[in-house]
């Protein structure tokens, strides 16, 4: 039995991480009227561990149209990282070479934020737990969204003009782009992600090159850090016990003069598998696909959240001036806009890989190389201008 049209909207929204709050904010900010559907409850979202660094761009972004209040208010500025190489700190100013800063505001706090700006404060529509998710005549004029209720367990419709897949990797709305090409790169490493019950060691990032393996040390509270152990990409959380996990970061990021690492228990141990891919195009008929669901940044250069939130303010932009004053060329140049900064991230992305896992590869051609990216780095202002400009992020596409 088909599902009986429960309303019509302008769009529909596929997910609701950061690139699916953001375009509904924007719509409802526009007066065009959308509808949020996630396939999770809002309490899993608000609290689902991601990426925690947002780069100046996007913060200033979100600030002019009125959504970084708790990001100005909670978040902690960064201006330098740290190379632990050789035994030796290499302290890198980006701020003084760029002018901008990262931000560290876990994912899970900017989804609140954007959830109760969307739907408690400007009252729109989101629907959790939606089950059985399907799109209907996105290449023509007329598309649908039908999906399951939780609560009567019937199927409902959604007609729209046009809808924005922000549903993730795993979603839905990606493998509805049948022309689809996906490029995909594996690394070939795995990384163990672990978020320790302890006060910071460092008041910067802190990126460890050791022959043993990749290590990071990143804030993302006064109570808790983030730490990244390179390990083999089968590995389980299960073979990084509590006094291996610790004992492998003291050794990956010691260093002369370096403070001792604070430890304490750790409440997540996940293995990633680090790989990018990239859908292109972005677009197929009334549908735009945005974040994860278009494109994967390992989290090698902190990028993922970031791209996300580009594509969002593109989209969301797009959708508006299609909606509300018949303006559709936004939507046709989105997916050719989009990739342009996909890309600039994704081959950076692949360029810093080289360097963070060079002295470990176990090839000496590979360390060598890193090697030798590492000291134009630390020796020549024009190379390291230029490595600050990628790292923090460009203002304007290239």
Known sequence: MSPAPERRSPVVVIGAGPA??????????????????????????????????????????????????????????????????????????????????HFVYPQPLLVTDLVRAYADRAGGDIRFGVRDVELHGIETDRPAVSYTDPGTGLRQRVDCVAVAGCDGARGVTRASVPAARVARHDYGIGWLAL????????????????????????????????????????????????????????????????????????????????????????????????????????????????????????????????????????LRGYSDAALRRVWQYEEFSEWFSEVLHGTSSGDPFKAGTAAARLRRIFGSPTAATAFADLYIGNEVDS
């Not at 209040?69 to 700190?89: K, L, S, T, V, Y």
């Open 20 to 101: 699916g709050l953001t375009v509904a904010n924007i719509l409802r900010a526009a007066s065009v009227d959308c509808v949020v559907l996630e396939t999770e409850s809002r309490e899993f979202i608000e609290r689902r561990p991601r990426a925690g660094f947002v780069e100046e761009w996007a913060v200033r972004a979100l600030e002019e149209r009125g959504f970084a209040e708790g990001i100005m208010d909670r978040a902690q500025a960064h201006e330098e990282c740290e190379f632990r190489w050789a035994g030796e700190r290499h302290t890198f100013r980006y701020g003084e070479l760029s002018g901008r800063r």
């Open 195 to 330: 978020l320790a019950e302890a006060p910071p060691s460092s008041d910067c990032v802190v990126f460890g090159l050791h022959p043993r393996g990749f290590a990071a040390h990143m804030a993302r509270s006064p109570q808790m850090t983030r730490y990244y152990l390179e390990c083999p990409p089968g590995d389980s959380p299960d073979d990084w016990p509590h006094d291996r996990v610790w004992s492998e970061l003291r050794t990956r990021l010691a260093a002369t003069g370096a403070r001792p690492l604070t430890e304490g228990r750790l409440i997540e141990k996940r293995v990633l598998d680090m790989h990018n891919y990239v859908v292109e195009p972005m677009s197929h008929g009334r549908l735009h696909l945005a974040g994860d669901a278009a494109h994967l940044a390992a989290p090698i250069a902190a990028k993922g959240m970031n791209l996300a939130l580009h594509d969002a303010l593109l989209l969301g932009d797009a959708l508006v001036d299609f909606c509300a004053r018949g303006d559709g060329s936004g």
